[in-house]
């Protein structure tokens, strides 16, 4: 199936994003790759240590996601969350001084890449334990159902999570008791270094909703478009009907999985392949064919490479967190 006929029969209860809405998403996808890209430069210059996991080749999905999203509705991701941290409307700056070390970063550099939080945006992190933010998840649809707030939770995981215990808790509960939340498993077809057939006797991960009976969904994640509609319809389901769904979205990291990788457990081909569907480029030719002038493109991608300057700078200049204040955030007085 084409592109094209892919579109054509999809649904359509979401409006067709207009130009405007069109740019905002190509911006934001070109700011997490450009964001990304900075910080693999500084961390091979040694600007900082730990683990990096780069989300770069998956932007549509966290950026189409979130596009379905209300201000107020919660967000709770992996430790490859740089891009849905972004998206619920965390600084460039808040991000980068973060895996910095610095005092400026949205965890006071006390974090680092794996723990991105804001409370003010309802993002919840950050987590590095595979799967066991799923439950947590659960927990926030809970309390929005309690409380009556109206606010949907999106959680996002990676195939990795699937076979494990915290996910089958996690659903079972949101099934059993009605909760708000969208289940976004991001399949990039790889656990580190482990390829999906080796972790999971299903292939397809969104039949794991049969059992607990809730709604699944299950499409390419390369096209920012798409990726918005079906998971407005995921979102529509959970805050008028308080129901959670399973969705999986396949996609690909291009980078390995963590800045230690070598690669070696898939081809050189097979990365190529998937290149040409990158979701960045593909964000810009909706905007060709939406006829957005060529200056008017290049405009955002200027704005866009500035911003990123801009935030290295403010990162590279902002000061550690004092050693005697290390404990207040620590430990509660
Ligand atoms: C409970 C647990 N087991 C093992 C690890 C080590 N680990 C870190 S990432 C990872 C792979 C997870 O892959 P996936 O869920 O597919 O996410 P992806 O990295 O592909 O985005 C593993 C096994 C961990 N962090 N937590
Ligand atoms: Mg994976």
């Known amino acids: 199936m084409s592109a094209t006929e892919r579109e054509a029969s999809e649904p359509r209860e979401t409006p067709r994003p207009d130009k405007a809405q069109l740019a905002e998403y190509f911006r934001q996808m070109l700011a997490i790759r450009r964001m990304e890209e900075a910080l693999a430069k500084a961390y091979a210059l040694r600007k900082f240590g ?18 379905a999203l209300k201000p107020d509705d919660y967000v709770i991701a992996t430790y490859r969350e ?3 941290a972004y998206a619920k409307g965390m600084s460039s700056k808040a991000i ?21 939080f804001d409370a003010s945006k309802n993002f919840l992190g950050g987590y590095g334990i595979v799967g066991g933010h799923i439950p947590l998840a659960a927990g926030t649809a809970f309390a929005s159902k309690y409380r009556g707030d109206g606010r949907v939770t999106l959680c996002f995981f990676g195939d990795g999570s699937v076979p494990q215990g915290a996910f089958h808790e996690g659903v079972a509960l949101a099934a059993l008791w009605r909760l708000p939340v969208v289940f976004i498993c991001e399949n990039n077809l790889y656990s580190m270094g482990t390829p999906l057939y080796r972790s999971l006797s299903v ?5 794991k ?20 509609e079906r998971v407005s319809e995921a979102v529509r389901r959970a805050r008028n009907e308080s129901l959670p769904t399973l969705i999986e979205i ?5 980078r390995g999985h963590s800045m230690s990788d070598a690669g070696l457990y898939r081809t050189k081909e097979e990365v190529e392949e998937w290149k040409k569907r990158d979701p960045v480029s593909y964000g810009r030719e909706l905007l060709v064919r939406a006829k957005m002038d060529e200056k008017d493109i290049v405009a ?7 911003e ?8 590279d200049e902002s000061p550690e967190l004092a050693y005697e204040k290390l404990a207040e955030f620590t430990y509660k007085e």
């Not at 973060?98 to 794996?114: A, D, Q, V, Y």
């Not at 955002?300 to 500035?306: C, L, R, S, T, Y």
């Not at 990123?308 to 990162?315: D, P, R, T, W």
């Open 50 to 67: 730990g683990f990096l996991h780069l989300y770069i080749g998956q932007e549509a999905v966290a950026v189409g996601a979130l596009a």
């Open 82 to 84: 740089h891009a849905h």
């Open 96 to 116: 980068i001084a973060e895996l910095f070390g610095k005092e400026t970063g949205c965890s006071k550099g006390l974090g680092g890449s794996m723990h991105l």
């Open 203 to 207: 292939a397809d991960v969104s039949q």
């Open 209 to 228: 909703a049969l059992a607990y009976g809730i709604a699944r969904d299950r499409f390419d994640g390369e096209d920012v478009v798409r990726v918005r």
């Open 250 to 254: 396949r996609t690909y990291r291009f």
């Open 300 to 306: 955002i991608e200027d704005k866009v490479q500035a």
């Open 308 to 315: 990123i300057e801009e935030a290295v700078k403010f990162a």
